[in-house]
C-alpha cells in the first residue's frame, strides 16, 4: 500500500521495470497543461509540454513556432488576424 502522501494523486504514477522483472511505481510531478491559443483556445503545436526546469535547456526556437505570434496564436487564427488587419477592419 502506498504512502498516504501518494494516494492523492497529486503526482502521476511512473511505472519501471526492474531487472528483476518487477514492475515498481515511481512518483514524479504532473507537468504542466499544454499551451493554447489565446484566441480559440484550442491546444497549440510545436509548444513543448514540461517542466521549467527542462524548459530552460532546450533552445528558443524549439519552444515555439518561430513566425509572428508563435507560441501565443495558432497559424488559423494568425491568418485570420493579419487578413482582417489587411482589409483595414478592427481585429
Ligand atoms: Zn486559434
Known sequence: MP????????LRKIFVKTPGGETHIHYRQR???????SA??????????????TL??????AKRPERP???????V??????QQKARGESA
Open 3 to 10: 504512502r498516504g502522501m501518494f494516494k492523492s494523486g497529486r
Open 31 to 37: 507537468k504542466p497543461s499544454k499551451a493554447i491559443c
Open 40 to 53: 480559440c483556445k484550442k491546444p497549440l503545436a510545436g509548444v513543448p509540454r514540461e517542466m521549467p526546469a
Open 56 to 61: 530552460r535547456n532546450i533552445p528558443k526556437t
Open 69 to 75: 505570434y508563435g507560441g501565443v496564436l495558432c497559424s
Open 77 to 82: 487564427c494568425l491568418r485570420v488576424m493579419f
